[in-house]
């Protein structure tokens, strides 16, 4: 089980909403905790959850060693940046959905951690460096949840045009949209030797004599990298828009990987490096696409009471598109992102399975597309996580089919 270790400080960690996710992840990075949250008010307070077992005193040695490395002056260029960023976003405001009423209200029968059976029963075998190995059972829930995802809330949108890309995302595109300011901390970047013969030469000669391991310093022999893994499928989407015109208000149908560089927080089904989305995507008027976004919550909390599975729609802070830095004028929502979030009983806590990205005009004038007869036009998204639906249905249910609900069909049990 987890215990949580709260500390005030003295002075404050002064952040911003920008730099909080970058300061998260480099403390989950140094310190062995599970979940870290810094007070947003006032940055005085901080939350640390980990393992009871694991020794007090490290925690606390731990953290005292990460804050004295965390000072603000390390991150003066990132502050700055993030103060250009307010003005020039146009906020909008919308109706909320309403949220009191977005709740699953289902009655799991499990409490238990199933961490241990799914390895035990060979549902996921452990390969070296935290990659996994699905077995049958979880192949067979991943395409269960998918299609009957895709039957219940793709038949409810309607025409969706349907895709399928590679997961190599152009560093150029990227660039475009100021992406490697955003979340570099999650980055994953694809590259290649360069490619002229000596450097080719050199690099075997330098393997050979290192015992056919990689040099240390791969960065002479590599180009720069011209692709990056994508961190979700949608984008895609808008790269194949740009500079198109359309007729209608369009819906997108996807399925695909996310990459996210995760670090030492990989964790089974709940938190992986690269994991399997299905997505739909709006391109249209604003009022389309928030529609969407309302009807689309509503029917996946429908789904997730069909299916049994127990959760809440909540507002999520962590918009996937944003960047660090803009360079025009854009105008998006003042809630960008909502999140549907499925019970963990063992742990009393929740995880979020799907999210609900409204982008305002940010891809539309980014890439150049529009409606033909609107001056705007607006895009959205939403992304079901495959890996976190399977993984919170068997926390909630455990691993013997006969318990599980009466709605999931014998071929899947
Ligand atoms: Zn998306």
């Given at each position: ?96 959905p ?49 299609q ?8 409810r ?29 999650h ?103 928030t529609?969407?976004r ?8 429908e789904?997730m ?66 409606l ?42």
């Open positions: 089980m987890f215990t949580t270790y709260r500390l005030e400080l003295p002075e404050p960690v002064t952040l911003n909403k920008l730099q909080i996710p970058v300061f998260t992840h480099m403390f989950l990075q140094n310190v062995s905790a599970h979940k870290v949250q810094v007070d947003p008010i006032q940055g005085k307070r901080i939350s640390v959850t980990y393992l009871s077992s694991y020794p007090r005193e490290q925690i606390e040695r731990e953290v005292a060693i990460f804050l004295e490395r965390f000072t603000p002056e390390h991150d003066e260029a990132s502050a700055s940046s993030a103060e250009i960023l307010e003005p020039e976003l146009n906020m909008v405001e919308l109706d909320e309403p949220l009191e009423k977005l709740c699953s209200c289902c009655t799991p029968g499990n409490q238990r951690n199933i961490s241990d059976d799914l390895l035990e029963q060979r549902w996921l075998t452990l390969l070296k460096n935290q990659e996994l190995a699905y077995h049958r059972p979880i192949i067979t829930l991943l395409e269960y949840f998918d009957s995802y895709v039957d219940y809330v793709g038949r949108i309607g025409d969706c045009q349907q895709r399928q890309y590679s997961v190599l995302l152009p560093a150029s595109f990227a660039e475009k949209m100021n992406y490697f300011h955003s979340a570099p901390m980055l994953l970047l694809a590259t290649h030797l360069s490619h002229d013969h000596e450097t080719m030469k050199s690099f075997a000669a330098d393997v050979s004599a290192n015992n056919g391991k990689l040099p240390q310093d791969c960065g002479p022999y590599l180009e720069t990298p011209p692709y990056i893994l994508q961190s979700a499928p949608c984008y895609k989407v808008y790269m194949e828009m740009e500079d198109q015109v359309f007729e209608d208000n369009t819906a997108f149908v996807l399925k695909g990987q996310s990459f996210r560089n995760e670090g030492k927080r990989v964790y089974l089904l709940e938190r992986l490096l690269n994991f399997t989305m299905r997505e739909f995507v709006f391109l249209g008027t604003p009022e389309y696409v529609r969407m309302d009807l689309t919550l509503g029917w996946t909390i789904w009471e069909a299916a049994g599975l127990k959760g809440e729609c909540a507002l999520a802070n962590d918009p996937f598109f944003l960047p660090g830095k803009v360079k025009q004028n854009f105008k998006v929502p003042k809630h960008v992102k909502y999140e549907v979030r499925a019970d963990i009983p063992y742990k009393n806590d929740t995880i979020s399975i799907a999210s609900y990205d409204t982008h305002g005009d940010f891809f539309a004038k980014t890439f150049n597309f529009r033909r007869d609107n001056a705007e036009t607006w895009s959205g998204c939403i992304g079901l996580g495959l890996e976190r639906v399977v993984w919170s249905f068997l926390q909630q249910y455990g691993l013997q089919s006969e318990h599980w609900p009466a709605a999931i069909p014998e071929s899947v049990k």
